[in-house]
């Protein structure tokens, strides 16, 4: 499995959360805070969500 | 240079340039970075090949959010013949580009909105001075109230 075109998508994720935070936030520390938070948090759900996926595909 | 819709026209233009008129330094340097950084990384992964509209019609116009720098592509190399093959992550790189014109959009849109003035929540609120309760007075003694034990 060629897994280089998934990791692509990681910079680009965080650069729209980055984008998307600092169009409705004020002050450089709020911006870089709140966008980190929010690209982690996502990161997660979508991690955890394939594990879940993974773990249950061996047993269906 | 004080009015939203030329402020906005500038940072269509060039990333980043809306917010340098309203003198917002860090939010012109993020902007300014983020979308010159994924529109020539995606430039760089799609080999240096512009997307065509025959390509992928949403790509090619998603990435007209980046203002001059795509224009200037697109008349060189928009209209180009077709090379024989595809680079292998054309697809990625066009994308990538796609949404580097997308976030100047959003930073545009952020430019147009009108400056934010401080809520009143966040203004200072003011200073209350708060006087030290009373002492309690102590208790009645019996047969002070009501009388007791009748």
């Known amino acids: ?60 | 240079m004080n009015n939203r819709f030329v402020q906005a026209v500038f940072a269509w233009l060039v990333p980043g340039a809306g917010h340098l008129l309203r003198k917002e330094f860090f939010k012109a340097a993020l902007f300014f970075a983020i979308v010159n950084l994924a529109l020539f990384a995606g430039l760089a992964i799609a080999g240096f090949r512009d997307i065509r509209m025959i390509d992928n019609p949403f790509f090619f116009v998603g990435r007209f959010g980046c203002g001059w720098v795509m224009m200037m592509l697109t008349m060189l190399t928009g209209y180009a013949p077709s090379p024989a093959a595809l680079p292998e992550l054309f697809e990625i790189g066009s994308l990538y580009a796609c949404v580097a014109g997308l976030m100047n959009i959003i930073a545009v849109l952020s430019v147009l909105s009108p400056v934010k003035t401080p809520s009143v929540e966040t203004a200072e609120a003011p200073v209350v001075q708060v006087q030290p309760p009373e002492a309690v007075a102590p208790p009645p003694q019996d047969g002070q109230i009501g009388g007791q034990g009748a």
């Open chain 1, 1 to 60: 499995m060629n897994i280089l075109p998934l990791l692509l998508f990681l910079p680009l994720c965080l650069g729209i959360s980055l984008a998307i935070t600092a169009a409705k936030e004020e002050g450089a520390s709020n911006i870089m805070v709140k966008a980190f938070k929010t690209f982690f948090a996502l990161s997660m759900i979508i991690f955890i969500g394939c594990v879940i996926l993974f773990g249950l595909s061996k047993y269906l």
